[in-house]
Antibody, heavy 117, light 107 residues
Framework: QVQLQQWGAGLLKPSETLSLTCAIYGGSLRGYYWNWIRQPPGKGLEWIGEINESGGSNYNPSLKSRVTISVDTSKNQFSLNLSSVTAADTAVYYC???????????WGQGSLVTVSS | EIVLTQSPDFQSVTPKEKVTITCRASQSVGSALHWYQQKPDQSPKLLIRSASQSISGVPSRFSGSGSGTHFTLTINSLEAEDAATYYCHQSSSLPVTFGPGTKLEIK
C-alpha cells in the first residue's frame, strides 16, 4: 500500500521561502508524476505543479515564477519550494501521486502552512 | 486553462435520497474528468476516475457519467457518512484544475 508522508515548516513570515518534502513509502517514484496541490482555508483545491522521476516538471503558470519542485530518487521523496510567500499563500499543502492524464490517487496527510508577520 | 463549474454549490439532503452533482468544463476534456470526496480535515479521496470508472473500495452507490464538457456524479441512497464536499477535477490539459466544490449536508 502506497503511503505519502509530508513535512515542513508550518509558520512563515512574509517574503520567506516555503519548503515541504513528501516521502513515498510502499512504492516507487518510477512511472508517475508527483504533485503538489494546495487548499486555502475554507476554499477549493489549486494545483501547484508536478515532477517525474527524471526531474521533468510542470508548474501552474499562476505560481511558476516562485515555485521549484525537485526530486531525490535516492531517498524516494520529492520537495516543494515556494519563494517570497505572502498571506495569500496560507493554505493546507498536499502531495499526491498522479500520472499523465490521470487523477491523484494517493495523497499525503496535508500540511498547514501559515504566513503571518 | 480549463475552468470547471459545479452545481449546486450546496445541497441539504435526507438519507436514502438520490443526489446528482453536475460539473461543466469550459472546453472538452474528453473523459479525463474525475471526482473527489473531501471530509473536514481530511485529504481528498478519489471516488470516480475517467468520468465513469469506479474505484476499488468506493461504495457502489457512487457513479459517474458524461464526456466532453458535461459530467455528473450520482449518489444513490445517500448515507449519513456521505456528508462532505465533492470536487470534480480535469487532467486533460495542464494546468490541471478543480471545480469549486459542492457541499452536501445531511439533514
Amino acid at each position: 500500500q502506497v503511503q505519502l508522508q509530508q513535512w515542513g515548516a508550518g509558520l512563515l513570515k512574509p517574503s520567506e521561502t516555503l519548503s515541504l518534502t513528501c516521502a513515498i513509502y510502499g512504492g516507487s517514484l518510477r512511472g508517475y508524476y508527483w504533485n503538489w496541490i494546495r487548499q486555502p482555508p475554507g476554499k477549493g483545491l489549486e494545483w501547484i505543479g508536478e515532477i517525474n522521476e527524471s526531474g521533468g516538471s510542470n508548474y501552474n503558470p499562476s505560481l511558476k515564477s516562485r515555485v521549484t519542485i525537485s526530486v531525490d530518487t535516492s531517498k524516494n521523496q520529492f520537495s516543494l519550494n515556494l519563494s517570497s510567500v505572502t498571506a495569500a499563500d496560507t493554505a493546507v499543502y498536499y502531495c499526491a501521486r498522479g500520472c499523465r492524464g490521470c487523477p491523484g490517487d494517493y495523497w499525503g496527510q496535508g500540511s498547514l502552512v501559515t504566513v503571518s508577520s | 486553462e480549463i475552468v470547471l463549474t459545479q452545481s449546486p454549490d450546496f445541497q441539504s439532503v435526507t438519507p436514502k435520497e438520490k443526489v446528482t452533482i453536475t460539473c461543466r468544463a469550459s472546453q472538452s476534456v474528453g473523459s479525463a474528468l474525475h471526482w473527489y470526496q473531501q471530509k473536514p480535515d481530511q485529504s481528498p479521496k478519489l471516488l470516480i476516475r475517467s468520468a465513469s470508472q469506479s474505484i476499488s473500495g468506493v461504495p457502489s452507490r457512487f457513479s459517474g457519467s458524461g464526456s466532453g464538457t458535461h459530467f455528473t456524479l450520482t449518489i444513490n441512497s445517500l448515507e449519513a457518512e456521505d456528508a462532505a464536499t465533492y470536487y470534480c477535477h480535469q487532467s486533460s490539459s495542464l494546468p490541471v484544475t478543480f471545480g469549486p466544490g459542492t457541499k452536501l449536508e445531511i439533514k
